[in-house]
């Protein structure tokens, strides 16, 4: 089984940062994106809900503002319950595991003018410990 998502979006609103009970970051928010259409047709936009926890949500409530474009790789995460009227829900939103800048300083919107002159390329929750180099003595024989 696969579940991989990447979206590249605009902000819809401020992402704020927010801690659990338990001093875990999070932050929620959603991206505008469009959707792909045939010649003629009007461009459609679609509003995904995403989710970032810990480091991922320090990364994007720093350097991210509204209107700033946004590039989230993630999976799909379901959540089910009930809400104040007794009616079952269910929500579909990207659990975000990496976050990068797909825009140029000079191409963001005036929003954006705080963001800090040494801006990472990207935050990935992996960290570079959680991997170990493999030596695998081929580099020989790869046909490019």
């Known amino acids: 089984m696969f579940n991989l998502v990447v979206l590249t979006g605009r902000l819809t609103a401020d992402p704020e940062l927010k801690t659990t009970n338990t001093g875990i970051s999070v932050t929620s928010f959603s991206i505008a994106v469009n959707r792909r259409y045939r010649a003629g047709e009007e461009t459609q936009t679609d509003f995904i809900n995403i989710v970032a926890w810990r480091q991922t949500a320090e990364f994007i409530t720093k350097y991210f ?14 959540r089910k319950y009930v809400d104040k009227n007794g009616n079952n829900r269910t ?6 595991s990496n976050a990068q800048f797909v825009e140029s300083k ?11 002159d040494e801006q990472p390329a990207s935050f990935s ?5 959680d991997f170990t180099e493999i030596d695998s003595g081929m580099d020989d024989d790869l046909p490019f």
């Open 91 to 96: 929500v579909f939103e990207v659990v975000a």
């Open 125 to 129: 929750n992996a960290e570079s410990s």
């Open 65 to 78: 503002k509204k209107g700033n474009m946004i590039g989230i790789e993630g999976s799909i995460q379901t």
């Open 106 to 116: 000079k191409d963001s919107t005036p929003s954006a003018g705080n963001i800090s």
